[in-house]
C-alpha cells in the first residue's frame, strides 16, 4: 500500500512539474484546429516526424507570402520563452533577399495588439532533411502575446512543419539554461 501511495505521489509531482506546450495542436494530429491560414496549408500523414501528421505549405508559381500563424497569451511570471520546431525543406528556392525561405517567426505584441519585437526561430531553402531548431528568447517587458508564423514567405517550393512547441520559462529557468 505504502509504494502505492509513493508512487501515485511521484506521478502527481512529475504532472505538476512537466513544461506545458503553450501552442496547440503543435504536431497537427488534429489538422488545423487552433491554426489560423488552413487554406494556405495541408496536412500530410506521409512525411511527418513524428505522430500522426506534418503540415506543409507549397506553391510552384507566385511567390507570395503562405503561412499558418496561431496567437498565444503570455502566461503571468514568464521571463522567457523557448520555441522548438521540426522543419523540412524541399526544393525552396533560393532569392536574393535572405528572408525569403521557408521560415517559423515569433511575433510579440503588446495588450492594443502592436508589434514589439520578432525573432526569426528557423530558416531553411533548398532541400533539407528534418532538422531540429530551438531558441530561448526573453519576452520583451510589455508583451502580452506571441504570435507564431510557419511560414513560405515568398518564394516557391515546399515546407513541412512538426512538433511545434513553446514553453514559458521563468527567471530561475532561463538563466539555468543560458549559464
Not at 75 to 97: G, H, L, R, Y
Not at 103 to 113: K, N, P, Q, R
Amino acid at each position: 500500500m505504502k509504494q502505492l501511495l509513493f508512487l501515485s505521489v511521484l506521478f502527481l509531482t512529475t504532472i505538476a512539474n512537466a513544461q506545458t506546450n503553450l501552442i496547440k495542436n503543435g504536431g497537427f494530429e488534429s489538422d488545423f484546429i487552433d491554426w489560423r491560414g488552413e487554406e494556405n496549408a495541408m496536412t500530410s500523414p506521409y512525411d511527418k516526424k513524428s505522430g500522426k501528421n506534418s503540415a506543409n505549405i507549397n506553391q510552384f508559381v507566385g511567390a507570395e507570402w503562405k503561412a499558418l500563424d496561431q496567437v498565444i497569451t503570455i502566461p503571468k511570471n514568464t521571463f522567457a520563452v523557448e520555441c522548438s520546431v521540426w522543419m523540412k525543406a524541399d526544393e525552396i528556392e533560393e532569392q536574393k533577399e535572405p528572408y525569403k525561405a521557408g521560415v517559423v517567426i515569433l511575433e510579440f505584441t503588446d495588450a492594443g495588439d502592436k508589434q514589439i519585437s520578432t525573432e526569426n526561430i528557423a530558416q531553411a531553402k533548398g532541400t533539407t532533411e528534418w532538422i531540429y531548431y530551438k531558441k530561448i528568447i526573453k519576452v520583451p517587458a510589455d508583451a502580452k502575446t506571441i504570435r507564431i508564423m510557419l511560414a513560405l514567405a515568398q518564394t516557391n517550393g515546399t515546407v513541412f512543419f512538426d512538433d511545434a512547441k513553446i514553453i514559458a520559462l521563468n527567471e530561475a529557468e532561463y538563466l539555468k539554461l543560458t549559464n
